[in-house]
């Protein structure tokens, strides 16, 4: 069964700086991509940046040149770190191992 544990949310000002984290369990994670979603208040779901097996990466062109995926397949994890945060990046950050399982999400507040 797989699990899917983010972490790393929080409450931070305009320009500021998160990582999240993404423990995932029973999921063959090093033979998967990752991905990160989110979910601003009152908005559908939405892709955030992947990363392949190989480590190639993409990105929504609202992130590109703030955020960074990046992966530790010996710790079964999958990170987001976020920079130069701004108050559109407020959501719900959802990880996914792009087969269907999704975790828990953690909050993401930027307060201007």
């Known amino acids: 069964q797989v699990q899917l544990v983010e972490s790393g949310g929080g409450l931070v000002q305009t320009g500021g700086s998160l990582r999240l984290s993404c423990v995932a369990s029973g999921s063959f994670f090093s033979l998967k991509a990752w991905a990160w979603y989110r979910q601003p208040p009152g908005k559908q779901r939405e892709f955030v940046a992947r990363?392949?097996?190989?480590?190639?990466?993409n990105y929504a062109d609202s992130v590109k040149g703030r955020f960074t995926i990046s992966r530790d397949n010996a710790k079964n994890t999958v990170y987001l770190q976020m920079n130069s945060l701004k108050a559109e990046d407020t959501a719900v950050y959802y990880c996914?191992?792009?087969?269907?399982?999704w975790g828990q999400g953690t909050q993401v507040t930027v307060s201007s």
């Open positions: 990363i392949e097996t190989g480590s190639r990466t």
């Open positions: 996914s191992d792009l087969t269907g399982h």
